[in-house]
């Protein structure tokens, strides 16, 4: 079975994107000029099925962002495969792969570098339209644009502005119809609320959850915070990651009432929780170490056991590999059984 199998709120069962052992390494220069070679993305396996909702959670610098855009193919992996319904997408055609491109958007985390502030929100919206050939003519165009800004809750006025004169909230508005606008299959939404006041950002979850629903799009969530990532994937599942690798996954709620990893446990075991018997009655994990080993020179076998309370001595010398321990619960840790 796969690492990530076919979701459990009764989507189809038909696999949209597929990773096969993916690698992204990149070069990170020092001050002085020399270079590292950073893993950002090492080893990963995971399929996407259509229709389907998954959170991937974990520490910033833990490849969260490198892996959502490996999977809108705005960054090609030196190493593995990417399926895009059963090809290879690296293997196609350069119009085959426009084409499979098109049905891949990511809406980035921060709506005030993703918007041209030279463009008025109706050029915005209508280049990829008219480029793409989604509509033809003026009247049409300005008809598309409208539908678009009224799916997201903006006024039709809304397409005459700049994007200095709209606030956060609106901005990231723009940014969503802008990825809904080609009909995508899959939509990558990285931290879409991190950047926004705190009293718009369950607004703005059940914006993408609704479009979701009606467009029957599959969507990742990426996410430091387990708080979102429960809510905007309560029904889904969600990915952990740590250091490039996926070290659990599983349905949201199982992982988050019981997880198996112990990197997941301490994430967890500091999520604020609003009952204040069950605050004095919770620990937090005490790891063996707060320092966060660089990806340049990850630790040989298990990544986490520099920090593990539990690590053993076969923990430094072997890497474990993501295994089903339980039904649709997998988990990358020698000590779970």
Known sequence: MSPLSPATDGRSSESLLKLEDVVYIYEERSLYGEATKVHAVDNVSLDLYSGETVAIAGESGCGKTTLGKLLVALYRPVAGKILYKGQDLYGLSRNEFGKCRLRLQIIHQDPYQALNSTKTVYKILSVPLKYNK?????????????????????????????????????????????????????????????????????????????????????????????????????????????????????????????????????????VPVPDPDLVKERKAMQLRSLDIPSASNPPSGCKFHPRCPFAGDYCSKDRPSLREVSDNRFVACCSVE
């Open 134 to 270: 989604i509509v033809k003519g003026d009247e049409a165009l300005r008809k598309r644009v409208d539908e678009l800004l009224s799916s997201v809750g903006l006024a039709p006025e809304i397409g005459r502005r700049y994007p200095h004169q709209l606030s956060g909230g609106q901005r990231q508005r723009v940014v969503i119809a802008r990825a809904i606008s080609l009909h995508p299959e899959l939509i990558v939404a990285d931290e879409p609320v991190s950047m926004i006041d705190v009293s718009l950002r369950i607004e703005v979850l059940d914006l993408l959850l609704k479009l979701k629903r009606n467009l029957n799009m599959s969507c990742i969530f990426i996410t430091h915070d387990f708080g979102l990532a429960r809510y905007f994937a309560r029904q889904g599942r969600i990915a952990v990651m740590y250091l490039g690798n996926i070290v659990e996954i599983g349905p949201t709620e199982d992982v988050l009432q019981k997880p198996l990893h112990p990197y997941t446990q301490s994430l967890i075991s500091v």
